[in-house]
Structure formats: structure tokens, C-alpha cells
């Protein structure tokens, strides 16, 4: 059995739950908050069987997009030559981050 971890854009995180459960894959959701881009991620944890892995990463890839962003300081930036405020700069964001790992036992109690 694997425990297949991914985290997504929030944008993106129902119509993954909707696919992962139409094709049956136990899936629990947890709503968890960005990172520097302050865009917000949701988490899932699917228990799977070894053999389902390719199928969920499959589902993940299909319906997990990365889409661009435009990023900017938070404050102007103060060296020596004077105050420099940065320009914003567009940056990729969305996809997913998948980890994929073994589970040594399972129990439902």
C-alpha cells in the first residue's frame, strides 16, 4: 500500500476530489495556507494500492494547472546607492507537489 501526498492549488482542489473519488480512491482533504505568494493549497492524503499509483498520479497531472502569477516586494529594498524598489516579476504557480510513500501498516479502527 502507498500514501500518496499532494498538495495543489486551491483553484484546482475540487475537480481533483471530484476525479479521485469517481474513480474510487479513498482520499481525505485538508485545506492548508500558502506560502510566499500567499495563494492558498489544499492537501490530500490518498491511500492507495501499489498498482493504482500511475492512475492517481495520472488524475493529478490531468487535472492540477500551473498557471502564472504576478509576484511583488512586499517594501522597497534600501542599499547603498539609494532605495531600489524592485519590479514585479511573473512567476509560475499551481501544479502540484506529490509525494509518494510506503505504508508499513494499515489499520481501521
Request: one cysteine or more; aromatic letters at 4%.
Amino acid at each position: 500500500m502507498k500514501l500518496v501526498i499532494a498538495i495543489v492549488n486551491d483553484e484546482d482542489a475540487n475537480k481533483l476530489l471530484d476525479s479521485l473519488t469517481e474513480n474510487r480512491h479513498r482520499v481525505t482533504k485538508l485545506a492548508t495556507t500558502g506560502g510566499f505568494l500567499k495563494a492558498g493549497n489544499t492537501t490530500f492524503l490518498i491511500g492507495t494500492e501499489d498498482d493504482q499509483v500511475d492512475q492517481v498520479m495520472d488524475i493529478i497531472k490531468d487535472k492540477c494547472e500551473t498557471r502564472k502569477q504576478v509576484a511583488t516586494s512586499p517594501a522597497p529594498v534600501s542599499g547603498t546607492t539609494g532605495v531600489y524598489v524592485p519590479h514585479p516579476i511573473e512567476v509560475n504557480v499551481g501544479g502540484a507537489t506529490v509525494f509518494v510513500v510506503d505504508v508499513e501498516k494499515h489499520f481501521k479502527i
